[in-house]
Every structure is written in structure tokens, then in C-alpha cells.
T-cell receptor, first 112, second 113 residues
């Protein structure tokens, strides 16, 4: 069954600290994996996309990794800010298909 | 920036009512989508449209229909609202490329009583 699982479900960290969010998938055939950030009361916004050949990609303080062999991805947030408080959603696209498989998200709260 | 606008942020409807959720995008995107988002579940696809007057069922189309008469507008219709359709509804659009990101509206929170 094609699934995307994210961990932890929720996370609380202090401002300035780093954190890592995990995404494991069993989607096949795999095309790409995208991380979205969803602020409270807003729609998700794309942070980054990882394709099969990419291991690491950075977008400011956000760094995504992909291990296609183990079917795992992570999103690392460096020097967290209050504005990083949001839900982070991992989405995997199946190859040659419109089909997207969504994880249920990790809710991050950054406290001052 | 792409803007996807959903006409209502909050809606409260009664069981059995016909409900219209409207979505407009301003970037001439070919593809438009309707998702619902429930706590603890990933976004689930209700319907999508590749082009004007075209529609395809997603994973959970039962109880819903859609209309796309113009490229920029995609409407979700609940023919007879039920309490299990209480949810957050998200509209999204994107260009025709498979790798292009979805651009989401800010959602409509529908409560059916």
C-alpha cells in the first residue's frame, strides 16, 4: 500500500534550536518528494522538492535530505524562529502519474 | 505570486442543504484540485480538473461534484450536505507539469449541523 508516514506528530522546541522532521514512504514507483509548510489558517506552501537523484537540498534555514534506498526523507530546520511554528507536510508523487500521497504532517511549535 | 482565492473562510450549513464552494486562481493554471483536510489524516483528493469542462474523480468523490466552466474557476458542490462532510476544504492549482508545486488557497472550514 502506498503510504507516507511522518514523525513526530508534534514537536515543541525553543527558539534558536535546531530540529529534524522525518518522512518515511512506501510509495512505488517513486517520482519525487516535496515538503510543504502550512501556517495556521493558511494553505500549504511548497518549501522544496527532492527528486530521485538528489540527496540534499537547502532553502535558507531549511535543509531536506532524501535517501531513495531506504525511502526516507528528513527536513532539518536550523536556528528556529517563532515563524517556523507550523505544520510540515511531506508529499510523494508516484512516477508517471498525477497521484500524490500526503503524509499527515508534523506540527511544530517554536517557543520563545 | 500565484493567488488562489476561496470565496469563504467559514461556512455553517444544515444537513441536506446544497453547498457551493468556490475557488478562483489568477495564474492561468491548467490543473485545479479540491482536497479535504481532517485532523490526523493527510490531504485527500476529492476531484481534480485538467482543463475547462474536464473533471476526474479523486480518492473520495462520493457526495461531491465539481464544475469548471472557466479556466480560472473551480467549484465544489455538496449535493446534500451531511455531518461527515464537516471538514477543511482546500483548493489548489498548478501548471500542467507533473513536477510543478501545488498552490493552495487558504481553505474553507465547513461545518454541517
Amino acid at each position: 500500500k502506498n503510504q507516507v508516514e511522518q514523525s513526530p506528530q508534534s514537536l515543541i522546541i525553543l527558539e534558536g534550536k535546531n530540529c529534524t522532521l522525518q518522512c518515511n514512504y512506501t510509495v512505488s514507483p517513486f517520482s519525487n518528494l516535496r515538503w510543504y509548510k502550512q501556517d495556521t489558517g493558511r494553505g500549504p506552501v511548497s518549501l522544496t522538492i527532492m527528486t530521485f537523484s538528489e540527496n540534499t537540498k537547502s532553502n535558507g534555514r531549511y535543509t531536506a535530505t532524501l535517501d531513495a534506498d531506504t525511502k526516507q526523507s528528513s527536513l532539518h530546520i536550523t536556528a528556529s524562529q517563532l515563524s517556523d511554528s507550523a505544520s510540515y507536510i511531506c508529499v510523494v508523487r508516484m512516477d508517471s502519474s498525477y497521484k500524490l500521497i500526503f503524509g499527515s504532517g508534523t506540527r511544530l511549535l517554536v517557543r520563545p | 505570486d500565484v493567488k488562489v482565492t476561496q470565496s469563504s473562510r467559514y461556512l455553517v450549513k444544515r444537513t441536506g442543504e446544497k453547498v457551493f464552494l468556490e475557488c478562483v486562481q489568477d495564474m492561468d493554471h491548467e490543473n485545479m484540485f479540491w482536497y479535504r483536510q481532517d485532523p490526523g489524516l493527510g490531504l485527500r483528493l476529492i476531484y481534480f480538473s485538467y482543463d475547462v469542462k474536464m473533471k476526474e474523480k479523486g480518492d473520495i468523490p462520493e457526495g461531491y461534484s465539481v464544475s469548471r466552466e472557466k479556466k480560472e474557476r473551480f467549484s465544489l458542490i455538496l449535493e446534500s450536505a451531511s455531518t461527515n462532510q464537516t471538514s477543511m476544504y482546500l483548493c489548489a492549482s498548478r501548471t500542467g507539469g507533473y513536477n510543478s508545486p501545488l498552490h493552495f488557497g487558504n481553505g474553507t472550514r465547513l461545518t454541517v449541523t
